[in-house]
């Protein structure tokens, strides 16, 4: 006679970091595709699904001013410090009135922390995508003035706000791995929390052969950004897909945080205004308009919104709630042309709202 024995229990998941439980919640739900890097954000940190995504990427945590309620900068701030500025100040919360408006009042104005160009939903959705070219220094397409002391880094990004605020910046930040001769495009992920914003980054000085934290600059990349629901728990979420910059290879990652109910994010879409964004961003308090520091073919293309990925279609005028430019082209001030006299400094090649080359010289 044989005793039956039951087969053995699966191991766990691998998981490092302070919320493994939560990991292993909220990546059920990703395709395969999606699930292969996986890192979430909390309060508490960063939990991956890797001890290498670990130990890359670098949690950074912005408390609130007492008296002014704003972000307060820190010494290792990620090289976001040019977007802390715009994070909360783009918006003021709006109040459902008797014309039916919901949704926070997204306003185009100088945000004292660089240049940039925006495109945001109307209210009610909750899941964007893009094709996006990420320009190149090494090809001539961008220069950041490092020099003038003004912290010009780029920023290409999605995200937006929920119907009460929590504004989250989900995208590509510029830099050098090791400050190496190839320049690349990382991925970040700004959060605003009750406490102030958290925000994941990517160590400069990490990569691997096939790890997908660095990009290589110079092409196309797949950025998505979406709002889910598990339970009790909102979860806003950023996925991005290219060519990575050491060995050239396909890979993705996906980047996830739970956001508090009180901002109003709906994975329904609710009030929920998207965004897509195009900056070099700087220092807050410390812009200047003329560093010399330029970014040429940000090219957004297929640009989709919806509920869902299956729900999506393209993004059309019908579901653009505007487009902010700063410095305005239309404004006629001296500080939107460039002292050089070859026009604006934006220069944006319009064909419709999910599609759009923008270009920005600091000159």
């Not at 706000?161 to 700004?190: E, I, M, N, S, T």
Request: aromatic fraction near 8%; glycine fraction near 12%.
């Amino acid at each position: 006679m044989t005793l039956w024995t039951p087969p053995p229990a699966p191991l766990p998941r691998p998981a490092f970091g302070p919320d493994p439980a939560l990991l292993h919640r909220l990546t059920p739900d990703l395709t395969p595709t999606q699930a292969q890097h996986v890192a979430i954000l909390t309060p508490q940190g960063i939990t991956a699904n890797s001890a290498a995504l670990a130990g890359a990427l670098r949690f950074h945590r912005f408390p609130l001013h007492a008296v002014t309620g704003l972000p307060m900068q820190a010494t290792d701030d990620g090289g976001l410090s040019g977007l802390l500025g715009g994070l909360v100040r783009a918006l003021t919360p709006g109040k459902d009135d008797a014309e039916g408006k919901k949704g926070v009042a997204v306003h185009c104005r100088d945000e004292k922390s660089g240049p940039y160009r925006r495109v945001y939903s109307k209210p009610g959705y909750a899941y964007q995508h893009s094709t996006v070219y990420l320009p190149s220094d090494v090809k001539g397409e961008m220069k950041e003035e490092k020099e003038a002391g003004h912290g010009d880094t780029a920023f290409i990004y999605a995200g937006g706000w929920g119907g009460k605020g929590g504004a989250v910046d989900a995208g590509f930040q510029h830099g050098r791995y090791l400050g190496g001769p190839q320049d690349d495009w990382a991925p970040f992920f700004l959060v605003q929390q009750m406490g102030g914003p958290s925000a994941i980054t990517v160590s400069d000085e990490k990569q691997a052969g096939g790890a997908p934290w660095r990009l290589l600059a110079g092409q196309e990349a797949q950025l998505t950004f979406w709002v889910t629901q598990d339970a009790d728990l909102t979860v806003l979420s950023m996925s991005i897909q290219g060519e990575t910059s050491v060995d050239r290879a396909p890979a993705t990652l996906t980047l996830r945080a739970p956001i508090d109910a009180r901002f109003g994010w709906s994975a329904e879409g609710g009030a929920n205004i998207l965004k897509r964004m195009t900056t070099i961003g700087q220092k807050y308090g410390q812009q200047n308009l003329s560093t010399g520091s330029f970014m040429k073919a940000v090219r957004w293309q297929s640009s989709q919104v919806g509920m869902t990925e299956a729900d999506a279609g393209a993004w059309t005028a019908e579901h653009t709630g505007g487009y902010c430019t700063f410095p305005s082209n239309d404004a006629g001030a001296e500080e939107s042309l460039r002292s050089d006299g070859q026009g604006p400094k934006w220069s944006i090649q319009f064909q419709d709202a999910g599609n759009e080359t923008a270009s920005i010289f600091l000159k």
